[in-house]
């Protein structure tokens, strides 16, 4: 499939329509790694079929475990009991997560494995993993550039240790919890405020018992080591990050009206939604029901006249890869949206919030920067712009948005990445009635 070395959006009529969201990243990444970890078959459905997942596939793979598709977002994870050596290097494209959930999970295995990634996870930190995973006794050696990939790591036996995070972050929690399976003694990880919790929810799913109690405004969550876990069916519901995308169009396309079925709405990641109603927006929620053990529903939204926010700081853990599309929308509200305490954007794919300033700035939208945060002051959108994405999926798609309800079209450069987390958004996004268009 040839990609394209640009995509254009330009002003839509009234957008409409019912889509699925593709499967949950989060989830997809932890059920092919505790699949792996696990002694038996483990079936999933609605696997993500990223750029992104497709790496973790391989990584578990190359670690020994089988791993089958079956179908469209139905793949087969068969463990042995734990990682075994690899014969190569484990590349993990542009998996951010990935990476870092995998070397929690090899810590606690005898193996020596050099971890490496594309150009963007190159510039991705990575001591805030390796440094509890080396308190914990596995040992890191950097091949290049300190605190950045390619690096190899030593895996065996662990002790377990009680962290305690600065700033709630999924991935540090899960890597450390994982490594701690197989740690002697109970791991613990006090967080200041809560993260999303898929690993516990899904280490219980596997038949581990995990612990969680609350610590001041967070969470303090143990795990004892030396449990094993068992084959399980996962079943994986719409990522709420990507069903986004298509909501933020509707909120802001005159007329607009989309349904996106089958939503995971589990509370630590719907601040998006929460912020959006706090804006004004007309967003509904049907069928909830319970799926692989978390709740989901078919999320509608229609076009509204919103207006600016000072969104809390605590909310960030909730929606921390929304942040760009909520700029976005941000951009056609009355008067500010005030965003802050979001520093970790800064080192995510692509430092985001620099992006997503200059991008809003570049189509006429108003946008003060800060160290932490940014706000973005709504009122017309000339658009008319070609935006830099340094490879970025969420900008792309966040400014593909924008384009659709901008004065002039919105061009975004690199549109490749798109695949890493939502596989077929231009195709769905055209079915919804958008124009977005290669060149």
Same mark, same amino acid.
């Given at each position: 499939?040839?990609?394209?070395?640009?995509?254009?959006?330009?002003?839509?009529?009234?957008?409409?329509?019912?889509?699925?969201?593709?499967?949950?990243?989060?989830?997809?990444?932890?059920?092919?790694?505790? *699949?792996?970890? /696990?002694?038996?078959?483990?079936?999933? &459905?609605? @696997?993500? $079929?990223? %750029?992104?997942?497709?790496?973790?596939?391989?990584?578990?793979?190359?670690?020994?475990?089988?791993?089958?598709?079956?179908?469209?977002?139905?793949?087969?994870?068969?463990?042995?009991?734990?990682?075994?050596?690899?014969?190569?290097?484990?590349?993990?494209?542009?998996?951010?997560?990935?990476?870092?959930?995998?070397?929690?999970?090899?810590?606690?295995?005898?193996?020596?494995?050099?971890?490496?990634?594309?150009?963007?996870?190159?510039?991705?930190?990575?001591?805030?993993?390796? *440094?509890?995973? /080396?308190?914990?006794?596995?040992?890191? &050696?950097? @091949?290049? $550039?300190? %605190?950045?990939?390619?690096?190899?790591l030593s895996g065996g036996a662990l002790k377990a240790i009680d962290y305690v995070q600065t700033v709630a972050s999924a991935q540090i929690k899960s890597a450390i919890l994982l490594a701690g399976l197989n740690a002697d003694g109970v791991t613990t990880v006090t967080e200041p405020e809560p993260s999303r919790d898929h690993t516990e929810r899904m280490l219980r799913a596997f038949g581990a018992e995990v612990g969680v109690l609350p610590a001041g405004r967070g969470w303090r969550v143990s795990l004892k080591g030396g449990q094993a876990l068992a084959g399980t069916?996962?079943?994986?519901?719409?990522?709420?990050?990507?069903?986004?995308?298509?909501?933020?169009?509707?909120?802001?396309?005159?007329?607009?009206?989309?349904?996106?079925?089958?939503?995971?709405?589990?509370?630590?990641?719907?601040?998006?939604?929460?912020?959006?109603?706090?804006?004004?927006?007309?967003?509904?929620?049907?069928?909830?029901?319970?799926?692989?053990g978390e709740e989901v529903g078919d999320v509608t939204a229609r076009y509204s006249r919103l207006k600016g926010v000072v969104v809390p700081p605590e909310r960030a853990a909730s929606m921390i890869d929304e942040y760009p599309v909520l700029a976005a929308t941000a951009a056609f509200a009355e008067g500010a949206t005030v965003m802050r305490g979001i520093g970790e954007m800064r080192v995510k794919e692509s430092d985001r919030i620099a992006l997503m300033a200059a991008g809003l700035r570049a189509c006429g939208v108003a946008v003060e920067e800060e160290p932490e945060g940014f706000t973005v002051t709504g009122g017309p959108v000339r658009g008319g712009a070609t935006v830099a994405t340094h490879g970025d999926h969420r900008i792309a798609m966040s400014h593909l948005v924008l384009g659709l309800a901008a004065d002039q079209a919105v061009t975004v450069d690199e549109p490749g990445m798109i695949a890493t987390s939502f596989p077929g958004f231009v195709e769905l996004m055209r079915g919804l009635g958008a124009d977005i268009a290669s060149g």
């Open positions: 499939m040839t990609i394209p070395p640009t995509l254009t959006a330009r002003g839509a009529p009234a957008l409409s329509g019912v889509v699925r969201a593709p499967g949950d990243k989060s989830m997809s990444h932890r059920a092919l790694i505790l *699949g792996a970890m /696990a002694t038996g078959v483990t079936d999933i &459905d609605g @696997l993500l $079929e990223g %750029d992104d997942i497709l790496a973790t596939a391989r990584a578990v793979g190359a670690f020994g475990a089988g791993v089958e598709r079956l179908g469209e977002g139905r793949w087969r994870v068969t463990g042995h009991g734990g990682f075994r050596q690899p014969d190569a290097i484990i590349d993990c494209g542009n998996a951010g997560t990935g990476v870092r959930l995998l070397m929690g999970a090899a810590a606690g295995y005898p193996v020596n494995v050099t971890f490496d990634g594309d150009a963007s996870l190159r510039k991705r930190p990575m001591k805030r993993v390796t *440094g509890p995973l /080396a308190d914990m006794g596995a040992r890191f &050696d950097w @091949l290049g $550039e300190e %605190d950045r990939l390619p690096l190899e069916a996962v079943s994986i519901p719409g990522d709420p990050s990507s069903a986004a995308f298509p909501l933020a169009a509707a909120l802001i396309v005159p007329g607009a009206a989309v349904t996106v079925e089958n939503v995971m709405l589990n509370p630590l990641r719907t601040g998006l939604f929460e912020t959006w109603r706090e804006m004004g927006a007309d967003l509904t929620v049907s069928n909830r029901r319970m799926a692989g």
